[in-house]
């Protein structure tokens, strides 16, 4: 007799990727069957890839409210963040000029933050608050003489808290500074309109809005004189010269979908996810003492919901959880997990810290989705609590 197949655990972790929209998927494909270099100025295939290549920038463009010439593609926010911060800060115009950003970064930001201070670069990381955001008095403190870039999350990707962007947008421009943000769980989640926000740089990821992996881009503003800025490597010409190699046109095209379905479909998303997420919340604060949300509640993105358990068992909690794929609030590329760097700069204990679980809902998610997951993770819970043995 062969064993029932394993259910597929329900999809909970739209914050690590967001499964590709179809619409998206087929808007990509026509782009993987002919051979597509947007480079290629000599003939009709190159042609028309250049044009969907610009359409695509005109779409993302339109979802920021910026010019399409202000963007430029990327492999995704990984590269679009280590552009901005080692493009301005090694660039031959950078002289010990230094950049200030938080405890609270992606890793994306927070290592090449680190890499820039080990070459020599003033690198000063401001703490967070209890919810995971930037108190603007203590920035403006640890703004030095040096300082000369400034970067932000603007939507915790853990705890989904959303920075005062447009404050310290404002103080940035008092000081002549610049401002770069990593947007990238924000973009196509909650409004952004980049002709009023006082940004100078924004980093965004298609996967993280339901369009592919592999491509993102690096807002960059057209500024009097220019922003000096410099590429991470040499080769073509592509992409004002500042991020040289040839398009992956498809993903170009499916990261372009992706925000032109955001900008049509993202209010009535919002008010519906937001609803799933509190759904959940309650569910769970109804059949559960003990549980505790990290983040702000208000100023948060309508999809993240991060709750710690007491009285359970951090390591063993996620490895349980069976029924839904979701996220913990640790690190898991060691063997011991680590508590999550932002819940330890909220202040949130370890032991709490570790017990810890990340829910990213989002477009696909239902509300007998949600259900199941309250059922599962009230009764993972309540086992761990009252049998020890079934912990190990
Ligand atoms: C806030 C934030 N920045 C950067 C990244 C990295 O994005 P990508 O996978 O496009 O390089 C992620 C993805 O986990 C993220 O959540």
Known sequence: MTAPAP?????????ATTPLDPRVRDAMWPWLLVPANA???SHSYGWRAAEAVEQARQQVARLLNCEPRELIFTSGATEANNLALKGVLQSPRAKAWGLVTSTAEHRAVLDPARRL???GTEVVFVPVDSRAAIEVDC????????????????????????????????LCQERRLWLHCDASQAVGKIPLDLSSLPVDLLSLSGHKLYGPQGVGALFIRRTEPPLPLEPLFDGGGQEQRLRPGTLPVAAVVGLGTACELAAQEMAEEARRTAGLRDRLWEGLSSRLSGIHRNGDPHHTLPGNLNVSFDGV??????????EIAVSSGSACSSAEPE?????????????LALATLRFGLGRFNTADEIDVAIDSVSRVVEELRTDPHRAK
């Open 7 to 15: 259910r597929t655990p329900i999809y909970l972790d739209g914050h």
């Open 39 to 41: 480079s290629s100025n």
């Open 117 to 119: 201070s080990r070459r």
């Open 139 to 170: 920035f403006r403190d640890s703004l030095t003489h040096q300082t000369r870039l400034v970067s932000l999350i603007l939507a915790n990707n853990e705890v989904g808290t959303i920075n005062p962007i447009a404050q310290v947008g404002s």
């Open 313 to 322: 068992p951090g390591p063993v909690l996620l490895t349980r959880m069976t």
């Open 339 to 351: 508590p999550s760097h932002v819940l330890r700069a909220m202040g949130v204990p370890e032991a």
